[in-house]
Antibody, heavy 115, light 107 residues
Framework: EVQLLESGGGLVQPGGSLRLSCAAS????????MSWVRQAPGKGLEWVSG???????YHADSVKGRFTISRDNSKSTLYLQVDSLRAEDTAVYYC?????????WGKGTTVTVSS | DIQMTQSPSTLSASVGDRVTITCRASQSLSSWLAWYQQKPGKAPKLLIYKASSLESGVPARFSGSGSGTEFTLTISSLQPDDFATYYC?????????FGQGTKVEIK
């Protein structure tokens, strides 16, 4: 079964950091681009960051310079390092298999930025 | 970035109704558009890709059409399981962007 499982979310103070992880199974992880998409409480979906199968990275302007996407193909795991967190980064963060359209999604991990 | 605008924002309908949601892009996408369904507390689910291709396992009552800057998602006969929020997403130009969502409610 194709599956993505996120972890690493939590409550963090403004200015703090977290590392989100996404463990993939059921498909050849190294062959696919991957993305992180977030959803603030009561709001719509926002693409945050993407990484190609060969490691090229892309970030939304809203997180550029603060978030870093990476992958470890030997562990079939996607990461998102989130630094300098702001209240507006509070959201559920989903990882997704990215062929342009996103056909496999994890259940999400919640990041709450609050003092 | 490409801006995506969905209409309506909310739609009230009854079981059995034909429902149409529109998505407009700020520039041409060719056919690089996807549609998702999301239920409260759940991850989005892919319904349609490349504007009109039905994802495996998605009921045939869902269909997509359009190209360029204007696209539609149609549910031919609304079922109880279809009450949810629907999003379009462009993947023509990196920095993927989503529409703001259309909530389909019970009338």
């Amino acid at each position: 079964e194709v599956q993505l499982l996120e972890s690493g979310g939590g409550l963090v103070q403004p200015g703090g950091s977290l590392r989100l992880s996404c463990a993939a199974s059921g498909f050849t992880f190294s062959n696919y681009a991957m993305s992180w998409v977030r959803q603030a409480p009561g709001k719509g979906l926002e693409w945050v960051s993407g990484i190609s199968s060969i490691g090229g990275t892309y970030h939304a302007d809203s997180v550029k310079g603060r978030f870093t996407i990476s992958r470890d193909n030997s562990k079939s795991t996607l990461y998102l390092q989130v630094d300098s967190l702001r209240a507006e980064d509070t959201a559920v963060y989903y990882c997704a298999k990215d062929g342009g359209y996103m056909d496999v999604w994890g259940k999400g991990t919640t990041v709450t930025v609050s003092s | 970035d490409i801006q995506m605008t969905q209409s309506p924002s909310t739609l009230s309908a009854s079981v059995g109704d034909r429902v149409t949601i529109t998505c407009r892009a700020s520039q041409s996408l060719s056919s690089w558009l996807a549609w998702y369904q999301q239920k409260p507390g759940k991850a989005p689910k892919l319904l349609i890709y490349k504007a009109s291709s039905l994802e495996s396992g998605v009921p045939a009552r869902f269909s997509g059409s359009g190209s360029g800057t204007e696209f539609t998602l149609t549910i031919s006969s609304l079922q109880p399981d279809d009450f949810a929020t629907y999003y379009c997403q462009q993947y023509n130009s990196y920095g993927w962007t989503f529409g703001q969502g259309t909530k389909v409610e019970i009338k």
